[in-house]
């Protein structure tokens, strides 16, 4: 449990998804695949995907960080530091964060991107959490931002029926009461898995080259089966221990928001932790796997279909390629 009479608290939320729409149907027409196989394998009917809209991921973190900005009822001129969970930003450089800055006005805030897979969110909300504890900054804006389809290889069934694009933003600040928002946080890495989840070429590795492009060398490469065995293990470790350093009775949580990548993993995770139905949040159906966007996305809706009240404890689990992986545990 946290003794610092300082506490960081979610005081507004925001979310943006693209209007395109892919379906299961749509890609029985682009791979050898089946609407069966999607839905019984992963659990996902649709993606929303930007499509040749022009919109990039600040386009989609700026929609979301506005819709946060309003919730919390501050100006964006408060906001001390910009946090964006991306592995598909805008460009190489500048940042998406700094684009996302001058977009709404917050002037005074310190900027930069993170790049931790799915947990990016994770990583944020864990990284404000610290910022604002420390008493450097108040008010933190963390986004989870992907558009993933930019890096999907569409030949790779394997790969290219799972993911979509979204956004999901909150901002935290500084409240000067112990154990009230972010209990209680654990991120993690561990890198001699980086062979089960990467993106060949476009980095100082490997340049982008018709080669590269031709042959899906631009596009994720992904071991879905083992990283399904480390998903479920260490997202059930992660939850664990932000239970026990919070202090709390596992049946006191009222919602586990995981992230949405595949619905067997979700439901293998639910059973050993004991999660019921009524306890666990899930869309996947709707927007696939949006990688670091899809908890920021799932609290939005948690919170609109009432299912995610205010003095609500709320555990947050995800993973993502590196590998890492991580939990918050925090009263809503
Ligand atoms: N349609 C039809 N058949 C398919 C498809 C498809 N879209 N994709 C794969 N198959 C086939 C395979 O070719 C294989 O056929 P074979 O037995 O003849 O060789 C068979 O289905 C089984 O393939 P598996 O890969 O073993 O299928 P699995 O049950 O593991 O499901 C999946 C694959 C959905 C990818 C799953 O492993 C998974 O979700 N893993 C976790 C991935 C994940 O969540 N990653 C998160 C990080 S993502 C990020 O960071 C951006």
Known sequence: M?????????????????????????FEKMVDTSDEWIMSRT?????????????????LAIAAAR???AAAHISPEEIDLILIGTVTGDMKTPSTAVIVQKALGAMNAAAMDINAACVGF???????????ESGMYKTVLVVGVEVLTSITNYQDRTTCVL??????AAILRREDTANTGILSAYIAADGSHTQLLYVTAGGSRQKVTVENMNNGSTGIYM??????????RNMEDAAKRVIADAGIKPEDID???????????????????????EKLFVNIQEYGNTSSASIGIAMVEAQQQGRMKKG??????SFGGGLVWGAILFRM
Not at 312 to 317: G, I, N, R
């Open 255 to 277: 919602l586990v928001i995981p992230h949405q990548a595949n619905i067997r993993i979700i439901d293998s995770l639910a059973k050993r932790l004991h999660v019921p139905d």
């Open 163 to 168: 993911f979509g694009d979204g956004a999901g």
């Open 2 to 26: 946290k003794n610092s009479p300082i506490s960081a608290r979610i005081i507004g939320l925001g979310a943006y998804t693209p209007a395109k729409v892919l379906t299961n149907a749509d």
């Open 67 to 69: 819709d946060a900005i």
């Open 122 to 132: 994770l990583y944020g909300l864990t990284t404000a959490k610290a910022f604002i």
């Open 223 to 232: 071991n879905g089966s083992e990283i399904y065995k480390f998903a479920v």
């Open 312 to 317: 609500d404890l709320v555990l947050l689990l």
């Open 43 to 59: 659990g996902i009917k649709r993606r929303h995907v930007v499509g040749d809209s022009g919109e990039a991921a600040s386009d």
